[in-house]
């Protein structure tokens, strides 16, 4: 009877391990919460600004969705909302509280609306003024004519987290303005990791073995190729690309559980008509170059 009794427990005991090994392994990956311990708020404003408050007249309009944290266990909270801050709105205004650092920018943006308002208007007058000089000028001349509308401008800023596992943060900050004209669009997208153990930015020289630069090419090269369906980067070329034999790697980059993701924004290695490619390399096709014993090469083994 004890020796049935005892085999009860051992049995119990063995499926209990069992389940809880179980749970907590899935292909090498732990099925346990992986999350960094930091919680987010968000302040969305939108503000239009007409010129001299009058709604016949051009204006500003500026739409911010500012994603901070106001949490963490790990991580300096401070030190990652100054992060946040500096990147999202520029170096001068880090040191503002989030929201103040969003109603600064806000007002910033309108007050240089305004300024090239003014100085868009004295340009005008100016030439007028030289026109009216000229004998004989037909200042209806397209040559001559001068434009006494100005432009309404606009800008959106936004920011998005795109990975918060394994002590790494990552988020992207997406930028479009337009300052009237469709020439004058411009999109940019920058990307950004923190490796939550330090507080401090990951950068390519942490990560990677000397030399990565040189290697990571021909990845890149092959994921363009990929993306566009295309064999050759005569190919790309046509599609718009250029100076792709000599593209590197541009500091621009997310990490996820799965690998790298690069953005190459307009204008650096494709025409200002094409979307912005983001292009991901796997960790698995990467794994040499890791520099050992970095938070990103442990990732990369999970």
């Not at 503000?47 to 969705?65: F, G």
């Not at 599609?239 to 000599?246: D, Q, S």
């Amino acid at each position: 009877m004890k020796v049935t009794i005892r085999k009860l427990i051992f049995s119990l005991l063995l499926l209990t391990i069992t389940v809880l090994v179980s749970c907590s392994n899935d292909n090498g990956r732990s099925r346990f919460r992986t999350e960094n311990n930091i919680s987010f708020d968000t302040i969305r404003v939108n503000r239009r600004q007409y010129l001299d408050d009058d709604t016949t007249k051009p204006y500003c309009d500026i739409h911010v969705s500012f994603v901070y944290p106001i949490s963490s266990s790990k991580a300096n909270l401070d030190t990652l909302q100054h992060f946040f801050v500096r990147n999202m709105f520029g170096s001068s205004f880090e040191n503002l509280e989030p929201s103040m650092a969003v109603e600064a920018y806000i007002n910033n943006y309108i007050e240089n609306y305004s300024r090239d308002a003014n100085t868009y208007s004295e340009t005008v007058s100016d030439m007028q003024e030289l026109n009216a000089l000229i004998p004989g000028i037909d200042i209806s001349d397209s040559e001559h004519a001068s434009n006494n509308i100005f432009y309404s401008y606009y800008e959106s800023l936004t920011d998005s987290i795109t990975f918060n596992q394994h002590g790494i943060l990552s988020f992207q900050i997406k930028q479009s303005n337009s300052k009237g004209e469709a020439a004058s669009y411009y999109i940019s997208y920058s990307n950004y990791a923190i490796n939550l153990n330090t507080g401090d930015q990951i950068t390519e020289n942490e990560i990677f073995n000397a030399g990565y630069d040189k290697a990571l090419q021909s990845l890149i090269i092959t994921s363009l190729l990929e993306q566009n369906k295309v064999k050759s980067i005569d190919e790309l070329e046509d599609l718009g690309y250029f100076g792709i034999n000599e593209i590197v790697p541009n500091t621009n980059f997310l990490l996820n559980d799965k690998g790298i993701i690069y953005t190459y924004n307009k204008g650096e290695y494709s025409a200002y008509q094409l979307t912005a490619p983001q292009v991901f390399i796997p960790y698995s096709a990467i794994r040499s170059l890791l520099r050992n014993n970095t938070i990103v090469s442990k990732l990369a083994d999970l």
